[in-house]
């Protein structure tokens, strides 16, 4: 199967993007390459006083990539340039996000206070690219760890920020057009660097994310007994994989798998797009169990989940705050969001005991494989 990267199509895009517009700036601490957007390096220069090395990046006095290891100052110069009317988007590791929060509740503030001044026109989006996640920092460990920004913009009465989780590069694309569209609002796109299987054509990719949930109908059957959901890619990958699991240990279950493509305030979708009850219910059906799996912290999925339906339908898994420099598999593990913690759900609800014992032993067997050889047993 071949694999693509959401950061490197993200990376491609921002590349076209400067090559475009020549009022467009990317703002990244020194990162960028790390992050998989160095094609940016192949169309524009990186932003240099100092005398230029051999050794150094394409650099000069005016390029329009600004590389400096301080969020807080990039997040303010980047603010300044889009309050002038000019786009811009910054791309940074998903732990150091959270460092510009105070920032970013001011300029919201400004956002809503703007809007409500006839004569000030439309801003850019603050567009925040956030990559090396919780789930894949197998050589930084617990230090480079946190989705918290997303609690705190999705917790926001103001109701004007998206996070946005494609779930594959297509689907990235679909998330940075959207981005690059907007005004007058935060977009927080949360994705992978690594190479992951591709899900969706562009239509497919379109169509989920005007809505911010679709049904993936590969894997789902009509008349569903169990709904699966998911938004996060890394999340998706072990729901898609607790399915095959599902099937081989209990057939006569009947699968639905949602994918949630943006969350907003109190709702899926965006700002400008909300996912209603009535269409809540006609994707997750009135009553059936739902094992959802999300990027961030479970809580806060679950409360926008109790927007539309009742919690003793809720079953959601995420990142407790458990980490470690340790394998991917062992991440999902000690966070109890691998596929065998959501099939350990499904045989719970249909009281299959044996099942769980399974389950358990085989995260048990990864575990101590993991330990003894540096690697997953699970992959």
Same mark, same amino acid.
């Given at each position: 199967? !071949? ?5 490197? !199509? ?114 850019? #989006? ?21 989705? %918290? ?40 796109? +949360? ?21 911010? #949930? ?14 699966? %959901? %998911? ?10 994989? #607790? ?26 979708? +965006?700002?400008?797009? !909300? ?12 009553? /059936? ?53 959501? #099939?350990?759900?499904?045989? /719970? ?15 048990? /067997? ?12 699970? !992959?």
């Amino acid at each position: 199967m !071949k694999l693509y990267s959401p950061a490197k !199509k993200i990376g491609e895009l921002l590349a076209g993007e400067l090559k475009k517009d020549s009022h467009f700036y990317f703002f990244s601490p020194d990162e960028t390459t790390s992050n998989k957007f160095d094609q940016v390096f192949e169309v524009e220069k990186r932003a240099w006083g100092m005398p230029v090395k051999t050794w150094d990046l394409p650099e000069s006095d005016d390029g329009r990539i600004i590389e400096m290891l301080s969020e807080n100052v990039l997040f303010s110069v980047m603010t300044g340039h889009l309050m002038n009317g000019e786009p811009a988007m910054m791309g940074s590791y998903e732990a150091f996000f959270p460092i510009i929060t105070a920032q970013l509740l001011q300029q919201i503030k400004f956002i809503k206070q703007a809007k409500e001044v006839a004569w000030r026109m439309p801003m850019p #989006a603050v567009n925040l690219l956030s990559t090396s996640t919780c789930w894949r920092q197998d050589h930084n460990g617990y230090t480079h760890q946190s989705p %918290a920004l997303i609690s705190t913009l999705l917790n926001l009465p103001s109701n004007l920020a998206n996070c946005i989780f494609p779930i594959d590069d297509v689907a990235a694309e679909v998330a940075y057009n959207f981005m690059i569209g907007s005004t007058d609002v935060v977009n927080l796109t +949360t994705f992978n660097k690594i190479d992951e299987p591709r899900y969706l054509n562009i239509e497919q990719a379109e169509r989920g994310f005007a809505t911010g #949930a679709m049904i993936y109908e590969p894997v789902s059957d009509e008349n569903p007994d169990v709904i699966f %959901a %998911a938004a996060g890619d890394i999340v998706a990958k072990e729901i898609l994989e #607790a399915i095959k699991i599902i099937r081989d240990d209990l057939p006569e279950i009947k699968i639905r798998f949602v994918y949630i493509n943006s969350l907003s305030y109190r709702a899926i979708g +965006t700002t400008k797009n !909300k996912l209603s009850v009535e269409d809540f219910t006609e994707i997750f059906t009135v009553d /059936k169990p739902i094992v959802a799996n999300f990027h961030g912290y479970p809580e806060t999925l679950e409360n926008i989940l109790e927007n539309y339906t009742t919690r003793g339908r809720l079953r959601v898994h995420g990142f407790n705050e458990e980490g470690s420099t340790t394998t991917p598999f062992e991440m999902l593990r000690r966070n109890a969001a691998s596929r065998y913690d959501i #099939a350990t759900d499904v045989a /719970k609800i249909y009281g299959r005991d044996n099942l769980v014992l399974k389950y358990q032993e085989i995260l048990a /067997k990864n575990h101590a494989y993991a330990l003894e050889n540096g690697e997953d047993m699970i !992959k």
